[in-house]
């Protein structure tokens, strides 16, 4: 069945330091991959997406890139802040039916230490 | 101007009862999901309708009944609520056909007692 893995589960760096979540997918024929931020007790946000036609994306600070060939796909924040504490969530769109489902990983909590 | 907007944010309830988790989204999408998180933060999908049309209807209870009036606007209702029931609902809305993102509403935390 689909299904995406997600690691580390959690993970502390330091002010400044960068931060780096992988996750992988098993429905090669999946083409978008999209990350969401989920700070406590508020709704998931769409952070940054990358589409299969492309192999890297970059906004500001963060940064994803995708290996179709070996199903994987990373998200790197660069000088991370504390406001950059939160659930991290990457995605892949089923390729099944057209219905836009998104099989989400089980998160990676980030704690950005001052 | 709330893009998806949920009722209410809380609900507490006892077992037995029955509810209704109410979403409404002014994006003009065509699609809305109902998607689970559990205490472990899982997210995972319950249902979605495309302009009104049932697309998706994952192993779910059938205690758990959706509805879509128009599609601008998604219920979750629950039948006979259970322990296990507790959890945060998130409704989303995307434009749909799988490549694009969801905009979420701001959940509902539900608890059985």
């Known amino acids: 069945g689909e299904n995406v893995e997600q690691h580390p589960s959690t993970l502390s760096v330091q002010e400044g330091d960068s931060a780096v979540i992988k996750c992988t997918y098993s429905?090669?024929?999946?083409?978008?991959f999209p990350w969401y931020k989920q700070e406590l007790g508020k709704r998931p946000q769409l952070i940054i997406d990358?589409?299969?036609?492309?192999g890297e994306k970059k906004d500001q600070r963060i940064a994803v890139t995708l290996n179709k060939t070996a199903k994987h796909f990373s998200l790197h924040i660069t000088e991370t802040q504390p406001e950059d504490s939160a659930v991290y969530f990457c995605?892949?769109?089923?390729?099944?039916?057209?219905?836009?489902?998104?099989?989400f990983g089980q998160g990676t909590t980030l704690q950005v230490k001052p | 101007d709330t893009a998806v907007s949920q009722t209410p944010k809380y609900l507490v309830t006892q077992m037995g009862n029955d509810k209704s988790i109410k979403c409404e989204q002014n994006?003009?999408?065509?699609?809305m999901y109902w998607y689970k998180q559990d205490s472990k933060k899982f997210l995972k999908i319950m249902f979605s309708?495309?302009?009104?049309?049932?697309?998706i209807n994952e192993t779910v209870p059938n205690r758990f009944s959706p509805k879509s009036p128009d599609k601008a606007h998604l219920n979750l209702h629950i039948n006979s609520l259970e322990l296990g029931d507790s959890a945060v609902y998130f409704c989303?809305?995307?434009?749909?056909?799988?490549?694009?993102?969801?905009?979420f509403g701001s959940g509902t935390r539900l608890t059985v007692v």
């Open positions: 989303a809305s995307s434009r749909g056909g799988g490549n694009y993102g969801y905009t």
């Open positions: 429905d090669s024929a999946s083409n978008y």
């Open positions: 990358i589409r299969s036609n492309v």
């Open positions: 995605a892949a769109a089923s390729s099944s039916g057209n219905t836009g489902k998104l099989i």
């Open positions: 994006l003009g999408h065509d699609t």
């Open positions: 309708y495309n302009n009104k049309e049932l697309i």
